[in-house]
Structure formats: C-alpha cells, structure tokens
C-alpha cells in the first residue's frame, strides 16, 4: 500500500518565477491538505482540498494555489516566487472527517535564489 | 499562529534513557496528535489522543493529556539513536480541518 508520494523531491526556483508541486494520496484517502515548513518552525498549514474544491485555508496570500483531481491527487502552485517562500512543502492525506489524523508524504523541498 | 508549543526545544540523552517532551496548548481540542520528523523530511504520525482520554501507549511511547492544564506529554522510553528525530504535538483547531502545530523538541540520542 503505496503512502503519499510527493514530486518533485528538491526544486530550485529564481524569485518571480512560478512552481508546480504535486502530491498522489494514500490509497483510500480522498481529502489532501498542504502546509509549509520553513527551517526550524512547524509546518504552516496552507489549504485542503476535498471533492475538488479548497475547503479551508490558512494564511497565505492569493500567490498560493491549488488544485485537486478526480483522482484526489492534487497540485499547489505558487506563484511570483519571493525568496521568502524558500521552505519544505509537506502534503498529508487523510479522509474526509475532521479530526482524523493525517498521513505526510516526504515533502519538496524548494529553494528560490 | 500556534496552538501548540513544545518544551524542551532540544533535548540530549544516551541510548538506554528516557525521553520526555511537553506540549501546551491555548484552545479546548477534539485531540491531540504527535509526529516525528527525521532530518527535515515528512511527518510520521506517532499517536492520537482524543480529549476524553488521559493516556495512551504505543511501543515504547506514552503520551499523556491533561485537559485542564491545557497540557500534553510524550515519553520515549528505552531511547534507541534511531530515535533522533524532531517532534512536534498538533492540535485540530475547533471543527476545522486543518492541523496547528508547534514548533517542536529537537531530540538527540548519543549512542
């Protein structure tokens, strides 16, 4: 039984340019949140999705976006890169219930220079 | 913001000892969750508690929750190296979705 699997593993950006991250959920999972880590901090959540539509967000600007499949698979698109969105990206799976605990993949790793 | 913080933010210990790290958090909970985190990597749910209990085990971890003291502990007994990691306590904030977490204990275990 396949986990969540993240892609790519590292990506290095210039600032103003934009970054497509992707994330396949664990087998039987159907909802898919994403969250930033910068060093040495928690992980910040950013916005879930379910049924194809961002169900809750944090605070992050409109740069941040994110898009689910029918597949449940998803994408977090950032755009006009700063330098300040350096971080790991963590996706994490889980059902459809609050509450329920979250299932991490292995995260991205994006450097903007 | 976070709901969560842990205490201490690193801790040293030999192989063979035991580990405890704290958690306070700020708001009443539904549960609370801890992770582990090797080298900057992805998160390994470690254990849930729900509000209701008041301590839980798994392996060689004992968490416990206070819901009074607004507060949650995790003991690694038996540390082994493979044990150095980073740990972070999450809490779901009301009926939201999305999980807070602290800022973790920096755990290192000396063989």
């Not at chain 1, 971080?87 to 459809?96: E, K, M, W």
Request: aromatic share 10%.
């Amino acid at each position: 039984d396949a986990g969540v699997t993240q892609s790519p593993t590292h990506l290095i950006k210039t600032r103003g340019q934009q970054v497509t991250l992707r994330c396949s959920p664990k087998s039987g999972h159907d909802t898919v949140s994403w969250y930033q880590q910068a060093l040495g901090q928690g992980p910040q959540f950013i916005f879930q999705y379910y049924e194809e539509e961002e169900r809750q967000r944090g605070n992050f600007p409109d740069r941040f976006s994110g898009h689910q499949f029918p597949n449940y698979s998803s994408e977090l698109n950032v755009n006009a890169l700063l330098l300040g969105d350096s971080a790991l990206y963590l996706c994490a799976s889980s059902s459809r219930f609050p509450y329920n605990e979250q299932f991490f993949g292995p995260g991205t790793r994006l450097t903007v220079l | 913001s976070q709901q969560g913080e842990e205490d201490p933010q690193a801790l040293s210990i030999q192989e063979g000892e035991n580990a405890t790290m704290n958690c306070s958090y700020k708001t009443s909970i539904n549960n609370l969750q801890w992770y582990r985190q090797n080298s900057g990597r992805g998160l390994v749910h470690l254990i849930l508690i729900r509000s209701n209990e008041r301590e839980k085990h798994s392996g060689r971890l004992r968490v416990t929750l206070d819901t009074s003291k607004k507060s949650s502990s995790l003991l690694i007994t038996a540390s082994r190296a493979a044990d150095t990691a980073s740990y972070f306590c999450a809490t779901p904030m009301d009926s939201s979705y999305k999980l807070i977490f602290g800022s973790g204990t920096r755990l290192l275990v000396r063989p």
